[in-house]
């Protein structure tokens, strides 16, 4: 593969174009982008969602979240990043301990992956309520465009940015904002899942060959929406059973 990638393109932009988000954004939805052409994939949430927040006194950045897509043989991971980027998201004592902000809520977006023979993984639910005056930016993207399905699979949910006001107003900030925000208000936001594989009609339980690499996911098995089993695996699950087998 040859990348022919011209000067004064998008991909190649002069050193005088104001340019942002080449490595949060930009390089997540080009490899939507090649993957779509190599049919190789479902679209994975295509963003990083940024979030900062702040004063003249600190400033915190952090990004979130969303669903990988399915593909040929796997379905897609939930609240994890994907492909150009693996950040780890500060713990919520921390966050709390060293800003003025709580963490109402962080959960997986149920329903966010799309349907299909292999399921786009889900997008995550984060609320953050600030406790002083303090200035909130967020660049984000998939807020209208949803993560793409491939070979019959359904889209994954394109993601939201809400401000819940003190006044009871709840405000949709759109892909890219910066507010002033006040103690009691909140923000929420919903992140994109990732998109389906293949037809939902095709989808099967997995069989007794995957299980048996597996093992240990036979008193494991998690229910899924889909009123059947999946199987439970990453590097979390991974040292867990390392921990209960030593």
Request: aromatic share 6%.
């Amino acid at each position: 593969i040859e990348a022919i990638v011209p000067k004064g393109t998008l991909l190649n932009p002069s050193d005088t174009a104001a340019v942002i988000g080449g490595n949060v954004l930009t390089s997540q939805r080009l490899v939507d982008v090649i993957f779509k052409a190599f049919d190789v994939c479902a679209a994975s949430q295509g963003c990083m969602n940024n979030t900062t927040f702040g004063d003249g006194s600190c400033g915190y950045f952090e990004t979130v979240a969303g669903g990988a897509g399915a593909g040929p043989g796997w379905d897609g991971r939930s609240g994890v990043h994907s492909h150009m980027t693996n950040t780890r998201i500060t713990d919520p004592e921390i966050l709390e301990r060293r800003y003025s902000v709580i963490l109402r809520k962080f959960c997986l977006r149920s329903g966010s992956g799309g349907r299909g023979a292999y399921v786009g993984g889900e997008g995550v639910v984060r609320e953050l309520m600030f406790r002083r005056p303090q200035v909130l930016c967020v660049l984000s993207s998939r807020r209208v465009l949803k993560p793409y399905g491939l070979r019959g699979g359904e889209d994954g949910a394109t993601g939201r940015n809400l401000m819940e006001l003190r006044d009871g107003r709840t405000v949709n900030l759109g892909f890219r904002s910066s507010v002033d925000v006040q103690p009691g208000e909140c923000f929420h936001m919903e992140t994109p899942g990732g998109g389906g594989y293949g037809h939902p009609s095709d989808r099967r339980p997995p069989d007794d060959e995957e299980l048996s690499k597996h093992p240990h996911n036979r008193r494991r098995m998690l229910k899924s929406d889909d009123s059947f089993r999946f199987i439970e695996r990453g590097s979390l699950y991974d040292h867990r059973m390392s921990q209960e087998q030593s």
